[in-house]
């Protein structure tokens, strides 16, 4: 294969759905650009017949493309490193599978790097998905914001351009886990943002729920995830809400009601306690994810593992 200069790295989770549809958009869309590209398809251990449609492809046009699969099921996240360890374009493009930001758009995205930036992100217009998913996106980035200064309008936007040195200096990178995203945004000189359309989903169901949301922004702030003490930290959440709510109505009823008088209308021993165990839950919970973070790190696992690359040989 010629080297290419745009490599799209694409991971694909059970999308045995929309992989034609993407196959009809995505090579044509391709090929207009006029440039030599590649398509690297990540399988991240898809139980349908994905591995199968991404092999008939491959025989279809193996002068580019190329097909990564795992032996497992390790993330979206870190399919994409698998994507960046093969890649050789010197631009790179991640999309995802299914189709909601539509490969037209990747033209748009190189457009903007002519321009001089190293990395640009993308900001979804006119989302399609349900009011929940818009509500808690824009809640969570405003929260990743603050806590971490990285600035990212959409953070669940998988339409992205990289420069070849950014995908380098990520996968120098060996954090067990990793955001790809942020840490492109941190190495990046001259990043930007651009708004790209936003399509619903031809096929399937997302695979992110409201849980996986959170999960996803647990590992964005602290850089590591461990589910267990993630649910701690929830709990210790959720017990110090309760508390406050106890804690007014009952602050309301002796106000009102005149049931006491004095100090006792301000002050309940029982619920404040109740309302500190839950913050030194949530607190150790917290702690908790930067110890695990150092536990999975002195490992040493690999964090992947591919089973085959599909690829065309000289």
């Not at 953070?155 to 120098?172: K, N």
């Not at 702030?221 to 009952?250: D, E, H, K, N, R």
Request: charged share 25%.
């Amino acid at each position: 294969m010629a080297k290419p200069r745009v490599s799209v790295v694409i991971p694909v989770y059970n999308e045995e759905a929309v992989l034609p549809a993407l196959f009809a958009r995505l090579y044509p869309a391709l090929d207009a650009l006029g440039t030599p590209y590649e398509i690297v398809f990540v399988n991240d251990g898809s139980s349908d017949k994905s591995a199968a449609l991404l092999r008939e492809q491959f025989q279809k046009r193996p002068d580019v493309t190329r097909v990564v699969l795992f032996n497992g099921n390790f993330g979206q996240h870190m399919a994409i490193m698998a994507g960046f360890e093969q890649v050789r374009g010197e631009r790179v493009v991640t999309l995802d599978a299914d189709l909601q930001n539509p490969p037209e758009e990747i033209g748009n995205l190189l457009a903007k790097m002519d321009e001089g930036h190293d990395y640009v992100g993308s900001i979804r217009r006119m989302r399609q998905d349900v009011a929940w998913r818009r509500w808690a996106s824009k809640a969570m980035n405003r929260l990743r914001e603050r806590l971490t200064h990285i600035h990212m309008t959409d953070q669940g936007c998988m339409l992205r351009a990289y420069d070849r040195a950014i995908v380098d200096a990520i996968r120098s990178s060996r954090e067990v886990s990793t955001y790809i995203p942020a840490l492109a945004y941190s190495f990046s000189r001259n990043p930007t943002e651009i708004e790209v359309a936003h399509e619903e989903r031809h096929a399937g169901e997302s695979k992110y729920s409201l849980y996986r949301l959170i999960r996803l922004n647990f590992d964005l702030v602290t850089g590591f995830s461990v589910v267990p003490l993630q649910l701690f930290s929830l709990f210790g959440i959720l017990v110090s809400i309760l508390s406050v709510i106890v804690y007014v109505v009952v602050i309301v009823k002796r106000v009102v009601l005149g049931e006491s008088y004095g100090l006792e209308v301000i002050w309940d021993r029982d619920i404040l306690e109740f309302f500190l165990i839950g913050v030194q839950l949530f607190g150790l919970g917290l702690i908790g994810e930067y110890v695990g973070r150092i536990y999975q790190q002195v490992r040493e696992r690999p964090r992947y593992l591919i089973q085959a690359i599909l690829e065309k040989t000289e």
